[in-house]
Every structure is written in C-alpha cells, then in structure tokens.
C-alpha cells in the first residue's frame, strides 16, 4: 500500500524508499 501511495507522489516515494531502507 505504501508503494502505491509512494508512485502516485514522488516527494513521498522518497520517503517510503528511506523507511524501508532503514528496515
């Protein structure tokens, strides 16, 4: 869900790709 969210704002697909980075 978070990806879909990400892909639809990039400002946001930025942040997913840290968090998920972070894991």
Not at 3 to 21: H, L, M, N, T
Request: net charge positive; proline share 9%; no cysteine.
């Amino acid at each position: 869900m978070a990806v879909v969210a990400g892909a639809r704002k990039p400002p946001s697909f930025r942040v997913v790709r840290e968090i998920y980075g972070a894991q």
